[in-house]
């Protein structure tokens, strides 16, 4: 496994997904704390984690949350362990976490299954600038 940065949680999205983009963005803006690392699922980096962490493809649809050598998340799960780090009232999402988990995950698979039809794709993963290269692992 490749070296990862220490204390940092590893967020892999989908890299030409105009939803995962904007939540990506989101994410780094409400990260006051710098939490979170960003590796597209379409990486290099991302198939490794996803490999070593013995996650099934058909689990891959828009979002994991890996701590190195703690634990791993996806689906609702993932956001709402990402909504409890960033700052403000988004942690306050984590109130979902009382609904059963076939319920949260239904609604999250309806959602990324749609994701291209309603937000649109891109032709390739997301390019971040200068400032924010050093949130994204490659």
Not at 26 to 39: E, G, L, N, T
Not at 71 to 96: C, M, P, Q, R
Request: with cysteine.
């Amino acid at each position: 496994m490749i070296n990862l940065p220490k204390n940092k949680k590893i967020i892999l999205f989908d890299g030409v997904c105009n939803l995962c983009d904007a939540a990506v963005q989101f994410v780094i803006k409400h990260d006051k704390k710098d939490i979170f690392r960003f590796a597209s699922l379409q990486s290099d980096l991302g198939q490794e984690i996803i490999k070593y962490i013995g996650i099934n493809n058909s689990n891959i649809d828009s979002i994991i949350l890996y701590q190195s050598g703690i634990a791993y998340y996806y689906k609702s799960d993932a956001v709402l362990e990402i909504a409890k780090n960033l700052s403000g009232i988004f942690y306050f999402v984590t109130i979902f976490k009382i609904f059963p988990i076939k319920l949260r995950n239904y609604i999250y698979d309806y959602i990324a299954k749609n994701r291209y039809k309603w937000y649109g794709k891109k032709d390739t993963c997301m390019i971040p600038t200068k400032e924010l290269k050093s949130k994204f692992l490659e």
